[in-house]
């Protein structure tokens, strides 16, 4: 086998083994920071998962975070939806409860807001929502991390959007 070849053939197994290690620290952050939220010490209520509940993965310390989820009614009479947000901080969690009015066959989204004074441990933010029984709707809860990085000029999606990128194309090019 030539120099040459030898060459590439290195190149495409070191692109390769970035593009895996890129991918598992992508999930591996994922899983990390929700399980860590899970055993925070928010205690379990529901038997329910409110599926609804979207997190960033990646935040920077410079920006604000926006914790999504939706809550639907399908019944034929009008509720009110209760949800309790509870938030980490080095002190005491901070929760925040919200009352939001559904007509019939209404669907919203609900937001909350997290910055960096909500991180713990160092970089995570963990955050529990228990979406409280309304009519034919019984209790749901669900759990999520964030991880806080401090890199300036970036934002969290930015990175993990170049993560992902990067890590796939290591893995296409080391394949290739």
């Given at each position: 086998?030539?120099?040459?070849?030898?060459?590439i053939?290195?190149?495409?197994?070191?692109?390769?083994?970035?593009?895996?290690?890129?991918?598992?620290?992508?999930?591996?952050?994922?899983?990390?920071?929700?399980?860590?939220?899970?055993?925070y010490?928010?205690?379990?209520?529901a038997?329910?998962?409110?599926?609804t509940?979207?997190?960033?993965?990646?935040?920077?310390?410079?920006?604000?975070?926006?914790?999504?989820?939706?809550?639907?009614?399908?019944?034929?009479?009008?509720?009110?939806a209760?949800?309790?947000?509870?938030?980490?901080?080095?002190?005491?969690?901070?929760?925040?409860?919200?009352?939001?009015?559904?007509?019939?066959?209404?669907?919203?989204?609900?937001?909350?807001?997290?910055?960096?004074?909500?991180?713990?441990?160092?970089?995570?933010?963990?955050?529990k929502?228990?979406?409280?029984?309304?009519?034919?709707?019984?209790?749901?809860?669900?759990?999520?991390?964030?991880?806080?990085l401090?890199?300036?000029?970036?934002?969290?999606?930015?990175?993990?959007?170049?993560?992902?990128?990067l890590g796939?194309?290591?893995?296409?090019?080391?394949?290739?």
């Open positions: 086998m030539s120099n040459h070849k030898k060459t053939r290195n190149l495409a197994i070191f692109l390769f083994s970035v593009g895996v290690l890129l991918g598992m620290f992508l999930a591996g952050v994922a899983t990390w920071t929700d399980l860590e939220a899970t055993f010490g928010f205690g379990k209520v038997d329910n998962p409110l599926t509940l979207r997190c960033p993965v990646l935040m920077t310390a410079t920006e604000t975070g926006i914790i999504r989820a939706t809550l639907s009614n399908r019944s034929d009479l009008p509720v009110d209760k949800v309790r947000v509870y938030i980490s901080n080095p002190g005491l969690m901070r929760i925040v409860e919200t009352i939001t009015p559904l007509a019939p066959g209404e669907t919203k989204k609900l937001e909350w807001t997290v910055t960096s004074e909500d991180v713990d441990f160092g970089n995570l933010i963990l955050v929502v228990l979406a409280f029984a309304y009519y034919k709707v019984p209790v749901r809860e669900e759990w999520c991390g964030i991880l806080v401090n890199v300036p000029y970036l934002t969290g999606n930015q990175i993990f959007v170049s993560a992902l990128v796939l194309l290591g893995m296409l090019i080391g394949i290739g």
